[in-house]
């Protein structure tokens, strides 16, 4: 494959380059947008910011990331990042090689191939596109969130108008300190109107989500009342669950 352009990403001790040549920008953002979710997912990173060779702090844009060619990734702005000369060698590396209707993945690790996997570029785009719908499907849940503590709020202080809703008491619940609990205890809480979810030993009450979920009702009841994590997983491990969820969660698992 004939290189022409080339945007290196790092995070930790692991380089993402990303090698193409000359292709729609819409393509390469689709997978720079891949790359940055599986990153955060990964690494359990609700917020992603960017700084350049000499520690200064970068707006996300596709010109400017191949511009700059070395970009690295931080949870805060205030990393200190050392020049890039002594950061040559890095322990793990993914190269990501984009072509107009496929995406190829070679993992290294000490520059010794680990494996390789291809995608098509449409399943690229389909897997983004399901982030997306999630996110705005949280984002819209968690703003009806917003609006029904406005107006427990406003009820309390007006005794005389108070609303009673079993929404509000759910509320109340969703804003206690978070506890634990046994897996025994999270089987109960099992139905639509009560969903408890464990996701990586966090659980969450999705009851508000579930009519909102892209993949449909039946599909994230299934991981309800129970440790959902292998199955979460093998539908969507490109998401960053806990940033979509956090909002939600009630407790830890204990085991």
Excluded: C
């Excluded at 993949?215 to 292998?230: C, H, N, P, S, Y």
Aim: net charge neutral.
């Amino acid at each position: 494959m004939n290189i022409n352009h080339q945007i290196n990403f790092y995070f930790a001790n692991r380089q993402y380059t990303l090698v193409w040549q000359d292709l729609d920008q819409n393509i390469i953002n689709e997978v720079i947008f891949f790359v940055l979710n599986d990153i955060s997912s990964k690494n359990k990173l609700n917020h992603l910011t960017f700084t350049d060779t000499n520690s200064t702090p970068i707006q996300q844009s596709l010109t400017l990331f191949i511009q700059l060619q070395h970009i690295f990734i931080n949870i805060s702005t205030t990393n200190n990042i050392p020049p890039i000369n002594e950061i040559q060698e890095w322990e793990f590396q993914n190269l990501y090689q984009i072509n107009p209707n496929q995406l190829i993945i070679q993992k290294f690790k000490n520059k010794r191939k680990l494996e390789s996997v291809n995608y098509q570029m449409q399943t690229i785009i389909n897997l983004n596109q399901q982030f997306r719908e999630t996110s705005q499907n949280i984002k819209d849940n968690n703003n009806m969130i917003n609006q029904k503590q406005t107006i427990e709020r406003s009820a309390n202080s007006y005794p005389i108008t108070k609303i009673q809703s079993t929404n509000i008491q759910q509320l109340n619940k969703l804003q206690t300190q978070l506890k634990s609990y046994t897996i025994e205890e999270v089987q109960q809480h099992n139905t639509q109107k009560d969903a408890w979810i464990v996701l990586q030993d966090n659980i969450y009450d999705v009851s508000y989500y579930i009519e909102k979920h892209p993949g449909g009702r039946e599909q994230i009841l299934r991981g309800v009342g129970k440790d959902a994590t292998f199955l979460f997983l093998q539908h969507h491990p490109w998401i960053n669950f806990h940033y979509i969820l956090e909002k939600f969660q009630v407790g830890y698992l204990v085991k």
